[in-house]
């Protein structure tokens, strides 16, 4: 499994982005989701999805939103109001049949 991600880059502080991360193949997969990690930071789960229902960090929660789109082997994350703690590099992963994969990180720098 292929994962890439895109749609990052710089925006001010308020505005919004959307990444997209693009599978190879999306079926079979129940699971996928989006961690970021910030300079000196752990990694942090962002959002995930999974067939009827989806789940946010709290810093997110109201802000961002996590979808699908199996048609277009693509999923999304919409990121508004954004703050300059959402700087971060964002990847994207995925569950199949109990192993994870990874997408290679798209940058979000968000200025105040």
């Known amino acids: 499994v292929q994962l890439q991600a895109s749609g990052g880059g710089l925006v001010q502080a308020g505005g919004s982005l959307r990444l997209s991360c693009a599978v190879s193949s999306i079926f079979a997969i129940n699971t996928m989701g989006w961690y970021r990690q910030a300079p000196g930071k752990q990694r942090e789960l962002v959002a995930t999805?999974?067939?009827?229902?989806?789940n946010y960090a709290d810093s997110v929660k109201g802000r961002f939103t996590i979808s699908r789109d199996n048609a277009k082997n693509t999923m999304y994350l919409q990121m508004n109001s954004l703050k300059s703690e959402d700087t971060a590099v964002y990847f994207c992963?995925?569950?199949?049949?109990?192993?994870?994969?990874w997408g290679q990180g798209t940058q979000v720098t968000v200025s105040s």
């Open positions: 992963y995925v569950l199949k049949y109990g192993t994870q994969y």
């Open positions: 999805i999974t067939p009827g229902s989806t």
